[in-house]
């Protein structure tokens, strides 16, 4: 699949920069992957053994709505309609707002080696997205990634019986 650039430096194997792929869909309502690409030495450690880090996330803006107008107002766009962004744009202040599930993390040291897994793990996530979204995302509270695209993260008050 091919993935088209979202944000970021030029430089972007220095300073990193976000890929969004086609809109696809999964039956239900329509998602977007985003890569992100995180040079940990130069944004986090210097010592860290290994350079790259390539998130994988999904993002779907009719998923998280009750989020987008708090987005749009965070990323400092709050004087334009939502009804005015495009699905790339809501897709781009979601995933920076934090409201995505973060899928599949791949880190290593060579960019080109960690860019052509992270290509074979998204026909993987096309095929099997439900087992994707169906893990734990946060082990202890038990969120999955049908809550974290949603943006639903936390304790979930259990019903009586």
Not at 1 to 24: E, P, R
Not at 39 to 51: F, G, M, Q, T
Not at 73 to 83: C, D, F, I, Q
Not at 91 to 106: D, N
Request: proline share 2%; hydrophobic share 35%; charged share 25%.
């Amino acid at each position: 699949m091919k993935l088209n650039f979202l944000s970021g430096d030029t430089n972007y194997l220095s300073y990193g920069a976000k890929w969004i792929s086609k809109k696809l869909n999964n039956g239900d309502f329509n998602y977007w992957l985003v890569v992100e690409l995180i040079n940990i030495r130069e944004s986090v450690d210097a010592k860290y053994p290994l350079k790259y880090n390539l998130d994988i996330s999904v993002v779907s803006p009719s998923e998280a709505s009750n989020h987008l107008d708090s987005a749009i107002e965070s990323y400092g766009y709050g004087n334009k309609p939502k009804l005015n962004y495009t699905d790339e744009e809501k897709v781009k202040i979601l995933h920076s707002y934090g409201v995505q599930a973060p899928i599949s993390r791949i880190e290593g040291n060579n960019f080109y080696k960690i860019w052509r897994h992270t290509h074979e793990e998204i026909s993987k996530i096309e095929m099997l997205f439900g087992f994707y979204m169906d893990k734990q995302l946060n082990c202890i509270i038990g969120n999955t990634g049908w809550d974290f695209v949603k943006g639903e993260i936390g304790f979930k008050e259990q019903s009586k019986r």
